[in-house]
């Protein structure tokens, strides 16, 4: 299904009318249908830059077509096209340069796009594709369902983006231009075959009158070189569109690789594992830290015989980083591509310190070069380099395949910076996290134990959170939560919640639902946006026993190891979150614990996964304890946290042994 909009709302013409554009345009041939390449575009966007919306979009004169998207509704998602009238996209093609809004609804040129009412749209960000000649084919955009202040490193990482979906735009615009050449080769020599058959029926012609034999053989010579000429056009034009269709899937398949793992040595080590074989024999990647000293070595062949050579190349260099730091220094002067054409090893056998690198070299042939700087997008610096090598007696490198040598070096210069933000963020998130989560009371016959784990994704910020603190009567408080969100807001909120918590239970001798239903109460007396599940409990000695009285609010059921072995779990009938709608009361659950038992208290990502249900998980915790229960206190914890399954979501527990 198309949007439709106001006809009245259709933009000024002149931009989007362009003939040039529209050519361009059409030679991507994107359609109303989705595109692979695009939706992984998007995908990337989407995690880099944490919105809910990021779109790759097309436009015409009359439309604009989504062949890459993350997070439209339906049933946009399916038809990938929309009126004008929709489009927040159309002013960056209009005005050429990227376009930020914090709020839609507050900007003269956004404020009656019809996006705002059917999509929820609050928040714009777009950055321009071009084509080869400059001109604004479409967009790489982003979009937030609440008002976002975007902030510059989040523009500078679209437009770098955008620059790399421009590259992908341009190589399809050139195969799409190779196919016409093919086409009009194809038409030429149908156009000959039609001229050699004239000649051979004016040969016919000739036999009946010698006075045209020579006239007819002339005129077949010429048909046959045009027909020869016409077949080298269409090979070469096949020739053309099957190399632009190669390096255009090569590029794809090295950013997907790049973005798949946050693990710089992986990435680059793929790289050069993918990049052997097709864009050369061989491949050598080194990288500098910012200090300037070698943070990655790695070599490739395309014949996993040579292997070994490789690997005992990348060691031989790695113990040789005077060499490599030069290497990388020639790269920084030169800014550009630096190629050598039949150079062979004499160029290392010159220095002792290379002698043994001279000598690899010699076994896997050195016939020509190409130094492709790896550029650092925000310092504009090279901070390594991609040596791309051929074996003698191979052709030079052509300038198609050293323009894509040259994007390969800045597609990982875009993982490196993506890799040291992303090291900072998660570095300074955890400590933010850690910084929140109290330090467990000493307690008598109580051993207490807990762990937190940061989700494996993202700055690994959450709303997780755990406490314990001894009451003056001598009980002892325990708590469990998990704040909606996993960014900073969510751990906000999550101190938030946990200091209401502590400030309203302590010195009060209140059961556990009445807590948690002043709490629902104060979050919503105090305009405290958060929505959270949580298990409280009150637990005391009871003669010889324990006495354990809790409260649960949505939250996964806790888990009691008795001391003969047997697991059970404490299932109630489910609550609401907290936060959401103010109850007068909440039910208070009592059980009675016999000394030398353990009662777990855990979030969800110790039980959760996409493709399982909850009880699964629950059943897995079980058998942990079961099993494991005799262990330390410690090393139960870390055998729970190994049976987890790794994901997105952050896990927070609380151990408590009594004796």
């Known amino acids: 299904m ?101 709020d839609v609804r507050r900007d003269p040129r956004t404020r009656d796009n019809l996006s705002i009412r059917d999509l929820g749209a609050v928040a714009y960000a777009g950055a321009p594709l071009t084509d080869p000649d400059g001109l604004v084919v479409g967009t790489l955009a982003v979009m937030d369902r609440e008002p976002r202040e975007w902030t510059p490193s989040e523009i500078a990482l679209l437009a770098d983006l955008a620059e790399v979906c421009s590259s992908e735009v341009g190589l399809r615009i050139a195969r799409a231009i190779a196919e016409e050449a093919r086409g009009s080769a194809e038409e030429a020599r149908r156009t000959a075959e039609e001229s050699r058959s004239h000649a051979e029926e004016a040969r016919r012609t000739a036999e009946q009158s010698r006075s045209h034999a020579e006239a007819a053989k002339h005129a077949a010579e010429e048909a046959r070189r045009i027909a020869e000429q016409s077949r080298h056009g269409a090979e070469e034009a096949r020739r053309l569109a099957e190399s632009a269709h190669d390096q255009l899937s090569l590029l794809g398949e090295v950013t997907e ?113 190409l130094i492709a700087p790896i550029t650092a997008p925000v310092s504009g610096r090279a901070v390594g380099v991609v040596v791309l090598v051929n074996e003698p007696g191979r052709p030079p490198f052509d300038p198609a395949q050293e323009w894509t040598a040259a994007e390969i070096g800045r597609r990982a210069g875009l993982a490196v910076d993506n890799n040291r933000l992303y090291g900072r963020q998660r570095h300074v998130a955890e400590v933010l996290q850690h910084s929140m989560l109290t330090e467990l009371p000493q307690i008598p016959g109580v051993e207490l134990f807990a762990r937190y784990l940061p989700a494996e994704a993202g700055a690994a910020v959450g709303g997780d959170w755990y406490d314990a603190f001894a009451q003056p009567d001598g009980s002892v408080m325990l708590a469990v939560g998990d704040v909606s969100g996993h960014d900073i807001e ?94 007068d009361g909440r039910a208070t659950h009592r059980r009675r614990v016999a000394a030398g038992s353990t009662l777990l208290l855990y979030t969800d990502g110790l039980v959760e996964h996409p493709a399982r249900m909850i009880d699964e998980g629950i059943a897995r915790v079980r058998a942990v304890l079961r099993d494991c229960g005799h262990l330390p206190g410690e090393e139960l914890c870390t055998r729970l946290i190994d049976s987890a399954h790794r994901r997105a979501d952050d896990i927070a527990l609380l151990l408590i042994r009594l004796s």
């Open 490 to 583: 969510a751990a906000a909120m999550m101190g938030q919640v946990r200091n209401l918590v502590r400030g309203d239970a302590y010195g009060r001798d209140d059961a556990p639902g009445q807590l948690l239903a002043q709490l629902d109460r104060a979050l919503h007396g105090l305009r405290v946006p958060a929505a959270a599940t949580a298990v409280l409990a009150r637990l005391w000695r009871d003669g010889d026993d324990y006495a354990v009285a809790f409260a649960n609010a949505g939250h996964p059921p806790p888990v009691l190891l008795r001391r003969n072995g047997e697991v059970e779990v404490w299932w109630e009938t489910p609550e609401p979150l907290l936060g959401l709608i103010p109850r």
């Open 257 to 369: 690789a790049l973005a798949a793992t946050m693990d710089l040595d992986e990435a680059l080590g793929r790289l050069g594992r993918m990049v052997a074989g097709r864009l050369a024999d061989w491949c050598f990647v080194t990288l500098a830290d910012q200090s300037g000293a070698v943070r990655h070595v790695s070599a490739a062949h395309r014949d996993p015989a040579y292997a070994p050579d490789a690997a005992r190349l990348a060691d031989l260099a790695e113990a040789a980083p005077h060499a490599l730091r030069s290497m990388i220094l020639a790269a920084q002067r030169a800014g550009h591509l630096v190629h050598k054409d039949d150079p062979g090893p004499s160029v290392l056998r010159g220095r002792p310190a290379l002698a043994g690198i001279a000598e690899i070299a010699d076994r896997l042939g050195v016939g020509s070069y």
């Open 2 to 102: 198309v949007l439709q909009g106001d006809l009245a709302a259709r933009p000024s013409r002149g931009v989007l009318d362009d003939p040039d554009r529209l050519r361009s345009v059409r030679r991507l041939a994107v359609g109303a249908r989705a595109d692979a390449a695009c939706d992984r575009i998007a995908a990337l966007v989407e995690r880099l830059v944490d919105v809910p919306v990021a779109l790759v979009t097309v436009i015409d004169a009359e439309r604009q077509f989504v062949p890459g998207q993350v997070g439209l509704p339906e049933p946009l998602a399916e038809s990938r096209e929309m009126s004008l009238s929709h489009s927040f996209c159309r002013h960056v093609v209009e005005d050429g340069r990227p376009l930020a809004i914090s």
